[in-house]
């Protein structure tokens, strides 16, 4: 039987993309910011993004670390724009709704690291990771 | 009662108006473009893979091999940053030349991107119009360097010959041919009322979103960011290279732009011939172990190349960060998105002058 190139799985492709040298790196980099697996974000990235946005991934990380959040300390440590405008790992929606608590426990007298720890574990269960 | 549904419309893998095969899935909401994925693997060479280990002498054959349509860009570019990690330097006529070389690649890729565009939106004359000059270019670019395409004319501390005597004295009058030709087609796509209306306001892709998506090249210009590599060239910054940007983010102003940049190429080669320095074309150098970032202005954009070499010149890793990844990318995710007609994905997606063979390598 016939069978088409384009009705495959793409997993494989999608994950040769991601341990290339710069892809490797830069995802090995967000898991440890988000203290998350490697394999388990690669498996998101891989369901979540398509071939095109994997193969951008470090060029997009690049602008986010010279354009992203520059206003907004805490923005910026948390990756409010890179993760949702940027890297479009999670929506803008999500994103913001993590920011604005995090937002408010900084506003209320909890320490910035310990806001930016909490920002982190959301966005954690936002990719059900 | 009719009913709009959304829609999964499949375009390509082959397509009549794509150059080299890819898939885009649309999803439409009636001609309205909400959405699109990119599924790529139909061309993929490996190339990275099998570079890696070998000398730099194979590797500069292999890196030309990355692109058919910007060759030159890519031996010059995996030169020059062998002769960064070596310290090799050039002989001031050689860097004249290899300004000539990639200006000409440069403009005979432009009036294949401007070819493609046209024949596009169904202005086929138009096309092939520039395809014959492009076959004038590349007649040009062959008595350079000797080949059409895959010229291997760089090589470390120099260019591989000199500029023969007659093609020195017979290409300002070629250029001026080439540039009386290209003035009127540039006119007839700018005044061309049926272009304006497939081009004009079409394929969107603003400023900011242009930042985001870290779009390079004619792409990026089009939308008003001055980012070009040449800038930073040592010979480019000799002969006073100023980018070129238009400001209406559309279709139109890509091809504008792109028809700008061959007006501004000729006159960049007519500048190096003017001044081209006497002397020797190659220096010699032995390339060294060493880790390098180096990014060079290919036709669609910037072309970086991460590499690092053993102390025998062989190539320990290397990857290549080529134009189209984020140009396909900003295309297929900003600029097709909220297109008010199916027919505009394809002009669209051909106004970025996609290569399909430097995104997969």
């Known amino acids: 039987m016939t069978t088409?190139?384009?009705?495959?799985?793409?997993?494989?492709?999608?994950?040769?993309?991601?341990?290339?040298?710069?892809?490797?790196?830069?995802?090995?980099?967000?898991?440890?910011?988000?203290?998350?697996?490697?394999?388990?974000?690669?498996?998101?990235?891989?369901?979540?993004?398509?071939?095109?946005?994997?193969?951008?991934?470090?060029?997009?990380?690049?602008?986010?670390?010279?354009?992203?959040?520059?206003?907004?300390?805490?923005?910026?440590?948390?990756?409010?724009?890179?993760?949702?405008?940027?890297?479009?790992?999670?929506?803008?929606?999500?994103m913001d709704a993590i920011f604005s608590e995090v937002d408010a426990r900084v506003h209320t007298g909890t320490p910035v690291d310990d806001a930016i720890a909490y920002g982190r574990t959301q966005i954690r269960e936002a990719l059900k990771i | 009662m009719k009913r709009i549904v959304d829609v999964n419309i499949p375009l390509g893998p082959i397509h009549p108006c794509f150059k080299e095969p890819i898939r885009l899935k649309c999803e439409a909401k009636g001609e309205r473009i909400t959405g699109a994925e990119v599924e790529l693997g139909y061309m993929k060479k490996g190339i990275e893979r099998i570079m890696k280990g070998r000398p730099w002498q194979e590797v500069m054959f292999l890196a030309e091999r990355v692109c058919g349509i910007c060759s030159v860009i890519h031996n010059m570019v995996f030169i020059e940053a062998m002769e960064q990690i070596s310290d090799i330097s050039v002989p001031p006529r050689a860097a004249y030349l290899r300004v000539i070389a990639n200006e000409l690649d440069r403009m005979q890729s432009h009036?294949?991107?401007?070819?493609?565009?046209?024949?596009?939106?169904?202005?086929?004359?138009?096309?092939?119009?520039?395809?014959?000059?492009?076959?004038?270019?590349?007649?040009?670019?062959?008595?350079?360097?000797?080949?059409?395409?895959?010229?291997?004319?760089?090589?470390?501390?120099?260019?591989?010959?000199?500029?023969?005597?007659?093609?020195?004295?017979?290409?300002?009058?070629?250029?001026?041919?080439?540039?009386?030709?290209?003035r009127r087609y540039a006119g007839m796509f700018e005044g061309g009322p049926m272009i304006a209306l497939r081009s004009r306001g079409v394929g969107l892709l603003t400023l900011e979103a242009a930042q985001r998506a870290h779009v390079v090249g004619p792409t990026a210009r089009g939308s008003g960011i001055a980012v070009d590599c040449r800038t930073n060239h040592p010979t480019y910054r000799k002969l006073g290279f100023v980018p070129i940007t238009r400001t209406d983010c559309d279709n139109y102003a890509r091809v504008m732009l792109r028809f700008d940049e061959l007006f501004q190429s000729i006159d960049l080669i007519r500048k190096c011939l003017r001044e081209l320095p006497k002397g020797v074309v190659r220096g010699g150098g032995v390339c060294k172990a060493g880790e390098t970032r180096y990014s060079g202005e290919a036709p669609r954009g910037e072309l970086t190349y991460f590499i690092k070499s053993d102390e025998f010149g062989r190539i320990v890793e290397i990857q290549i960060q080529t134009p189209s990844i984020m140009n396909i990318e900003a295309c297929c995710h900003e600029m097709i998105i909220g297109s008010d007609s199916i027919a505009d994905v394809t002009s669209t997606f051909v106004s970025a002058d996609p290569c399909v063979a430097c995104t997969e390598r």
């Open chain 1, 4 to 94: 088409y190139l384009y009705e495959q799985d793409l997993v494989t492709q999608k994950y040769r993309i991601l341990v290339a040298m710069r892809h490797d790196s830069l995802v090995r980099k967000i898991a440890q910011e988000l203290n998350i697996p490697v394999q388990e974000l690669r498996r998101y990235l891989i369901e979540h993004l398509d071939m095109i946005q994997l193969e951008n991934l470090p060029a997009r990380a690049e602008m986010a670390d010279d354009h992203a959040d520059q206003g907004d300390a805490v923005a910026r440590a948390l990756g409010r724009e890179k993760y949702s405008l940027y890297l479009r790992i999670l929506s803008g929606a999500t």
């Open chain 2, 111 to 182: 009036m294949l991107a401007n070819f493609s565009y046209c024949y596009t939106i169904e202005h086929e004359t138009l096309g092939m119009y520039l395809l014959d000059l492009r076959e004038q270019v590349m007649d040009e670019l062959e008595r350079l360097t000797g080949a059409r395409v895959t010229c291997a004319y760089i090589i470390p501390g120099g260019v591989r010959c000199d500029i023969p005597k007659k093609e020195a004295e017979a290409l300002p009058a070629n250029l001026d041919r080439i540039e009386e030709d290209l």
